[in-house]
């Protein structure tokens, strides 16, 4: 074939079309293992802040222009808690998103770190179990906790949540992560929707999310 502009432009638009469609197919094949290990960590991550449920149904709420989503899980028609996804953006290394666990009376069953890019050993010490920030919480009311301004606050800034060793702004991250969720959760089980708090979407079934518990 004689080397032209023409046979050359054609060239290179065959490649890029093959590679193109090769791209294509590759997200095709990928998209469906993702989407499962998405349900599936989304799925344990409800395990692990709720006690047994058959259902839940969705709300998404902007809370100082972030998304936070609240779960209703029920059984047997009977709601048993509130797993709530939270984000703080105040993080040392990034964002931290929260998943956090609430009885119907309010009282915190449990809290999974679903995110969180802090220092190794010292903020990532969150997602230990047992950690200060969650003994700090865990299976109390958080209203009858010391609040600053209405809201949880590490001791540091008045408040009565201890925080990790080394770690504040870290734990500052984790508590206002947890406040939010809070106030979804309010807004939520209530059916008050807070001053500052914009519905964001309708109420939806998620029935992927099947019975389950909270993990010890």
Known sequence: MKSTLLNMTAVLFGIT????AGVGVVNM???EPIAQAELAAKTEAL????????ETLSDELTIDDMIVTVHTASLDGMTVGYAVEAISKQGFGGPVSLMVGFTPA???INVNVLKQTETPGLGTKMADEGNPLINSIKGQQLEQKKLVGGKLAVTKDGGDVDALTAATISSRAYVDAINRAWMAFKSVSTGEMPADTVSGATRTSEPEAQEGGQNE
């Open 17 to 20: 079309l093959i590679a193109s």
């Open 29 to 31: 094949i990928t998209l």
């Open 47 to 54: 395990n692990g802040v709720l006690p047994a449920f058959d």
């Open 106 to 108: 309010g009282e915190v």
